[in-house]
């Protein structure tokens, strides 16, 4: 049973592009959770999605953040137009169900230039 | 104040040495999670918990709902124990508030 996949694992973007991170969960699994650790900083969570639905996403930011948790494939999380403070890493994880142990992916690391 | 403290923020110990790490959160939880974060940035769930102790090789980690307290101790320490340490509470059941982690360096 793979684990949590994440990609890219690494990923640089200038200013202004857009980044697309991917989170495909552990087989099963159908709530999905982002979270944020900036540079030198704890872990923020951002979003918590089930398939298709967004249930809590008071942690992303209002502007430029979006994510989504279609049907079919995976989970992404897109950031329009960035800016070197969104430079940061961030995890995926995964559960089977609402509040069980979450499973976390290798994190993609986000340099903005 | 941030509602998940751990202490200490930095720990060094030699090869051997009985380790304990402490949290203190001030929300209501309906469980704790108690993560590795190795130096490579990878993130490991150890364990979960909501009630008592649970042990995993070396590794027992115990909780007081009632004095909102949780420690995670480390027996016979190794080097490759060395990762960051983080605890994080279960809030409304959706998502996870983290404590900003202990830094544990295990010396030969």
């Known amino acids: 049973n793979a684990g949590v996949m994440q990609n890219p694992r690494h990923l640089v973007r200038r200013r202004g592009q857009e980044a697309r991170l991917r989170c495909s969960p552990m087989k099963g699994h159908s709530h999905v959770y982002w979270y944020r650790q900036l540079p030198e900083e704890g872990l923020k969570f951002m979003v918590y999605?089930?398939?298709?639905?967004?249930?809590?996403e008071s942690g992303m930011p209002k502007e430029r953040f979006s994510a989504e948790f279609p049907k079919e494939g995976p989970s992404i999380l897109r950031i329009q137009q960035v800016v070197r403070g969104d430079s940061a890493a961030y995890f995926c994880a995964s559960s089977p169900q609402r509040g069980d142990t979450q499973y976390f992916g290798p994190g993609t690391r986000l340099t903005v230039l | 104040k941030n509602e998940v403290e751990q202490s200490p923020q930095n720990l060094t110990a030699q090869e051997g040495e009985f380790i304990t790490i402490n949290c203190s959160y001030s929300?209501?939880?309906?469980?704790l999670h108690w993560l590795q974060q190795h130096p490579g940035g990878g993130i490991v769930s150890l364990f979960m918990l909501s009630s008592g102790k649970k042990k995993h090789g070396r590794l027992i980690a115990t909780i007081n709902i009632q004095e909102k307290h949780s420690s995670l101790h480390i027996t016979a320490s190794h080097p490759r124990d060395s990762a960051v340490y983080i605890c994080?509470?279960?809030?409304?059941?959706?998502?996870?508030?983290f404590g900003t982690g202990t830094r544990l360096q295990v010396f030969p």
């Open positions: 999605l089930q398939k298709e639905n967004i249930i809590d």
């Open positions: 994080a509470v279960f809030y409304n059941t959706d998502k996870l508030i």
């Open positions: 929300v209501g939880i309906s469980a």
